[in-house]
């Protein structure tokens, strides 16, 4: 009943919140006792990034998995969807009496309009010494293929070389930082990665071992 009755307070809640601020604020609730591939047991307008119950998790829906004693919300921060368009979001943790986090409220509302609106009026005041920056690298998926991809692409980034001019200790680097954001989480990400550093499933175990070297 307890899980029924938050169910139905996190559905009032984001109902509430979708009608407060129109079409172009998504509101979505992670279930963290579901599998990944379908963590979104609630949404309001999702039209806003193209998802719908029964998606998977997000980046932060990994993070809270990975580490749950240490989460913290997370307010007014940039995300981009697929498609270029910028969010600006926030996410909940919401917790059982326990403690334990239970589930993810997550707030995205879609600013590209304003954001191409505001960076107009900057290049136009802007001196050499007063450039605008691009923002919001992080980015929304509806299912967690794609989210593994990303992260995938991220840990290649992360090193900075290309897979085939890695050393062990660059991709010992790159596994590591895939370790860190929740990656193996990921049902059968550990054949994915694999096949992306080009290496066989016991050398990335014995590379999640290893230490990490500079």
């Given at each position: 009943?307890?899980?029924?009755?938050?169910?139905?307070?996190?559905?009032?809640?984001?109902?509430?919140?979708?009608?407060?601020?129109?079409?172009?604020?998504?509101?979505?609730?992670?279930?963290?006792?579901?599998?990944?591939?379908?963590?979104?047991?609630?949404?309001?307008?999702g039209h806003v990034t193209g998802r719908t119950v029964g998606d998977g998790a997000s980046e932060i829906v990994l993070a809270a998995l990975k580490?749950?004693?240490?989460?913290?919300?997370?307010?007014?921060?940039?995300?981009?969807?697929?498609?270029?368009?910028?969010?600006?979001?926030?996410?909940?943790?919401?917790?059982?009496?326990?403690?334990?986090?239970?589930?993810?409220?997550?707030?995205?509302?879609?600013?590209?309009?304003?954001?191409?609106?505001?960076?107009?009026?900057?290049?136009?005041?802007?001196?050499?010494?007063?450039?605008?920056?691009?923002?919001?690298?992080?980015?929304?998926?509806?299912?967690?293929?794609?989210?593994?991809?990303?992260?995938?692409?991220?840990?290649?980034?992360?090193?900075?070389?290309?897979?085939?001019?890695?050393?062990?200790?660059?991709?010992?680097?790159?596994?590591?930082?895939?370790?860190?954001?929740?990656?193996?989480l990921i049902k059968k990400a550990g054949d994915r990665v694999s096949k992306f550093y080009d290496i066989s499933k016991y050398t990335l175990y014995?590379?999640?071992?290893?230490?990490?070297?500079?």
């Amino acid at each position: 009943m307890a899980e029924q009755a938050q169910h139905q307070l996190l559905a009032q809640l984001a109902r509430g919140i979708a009608a407060q601020f129109g079409p172009q604020c998504e509101v979505a609730v992670h279930d963290l006792t579901r599998d990944l591939e379908g963590t979104i047991s609630i949404i309001e307008n999702g039209h806003v990034t193209g998802r719908t119950v029964g998606d998977g998790a997000s980046e932060i829906v990994l993070a809270a998995l990975k580490d749950p004693a240490h989460v913290k919300d997370q307010l007014g921060y940039q995300i981009r969807t697929p498609d270029g368009r910028v969010l600006k979001s926030s996410t909940l943790y919401i917790k059982d009496e326990a403690g334990r986090t239970v589930a993810i409220l997550g707030i995205n509302f879609d600013i590209t309009a304003i954001s191409h609106a505001a960076g107009m009026l900057q290049d136009f005041i802007a001196t050499d010494n007063n450039q605008r920056q691009d923002t919001g690298t992080e980015m929304i998926f509806s299912n967690v293929d794609d989210l593994l991809d990303r992260l995938i692409e991220k840990s290649c980034a992360h090193v900075g070389k290309p897979v085939a001019v890695m050393t062990k200790a660059d991709k010992v680097r790159a596994i590591h930082y895939l370790e860190s954001k929740g990656a193996f989480l990921i049902k059968k990400a550990g054949d994915r990665v694999s096949k992306f550093y080009d290496i066989s499933k016991y050398t990335l175990y014995n590379y999640l071992d290893a230490e990490v070297t500079e």
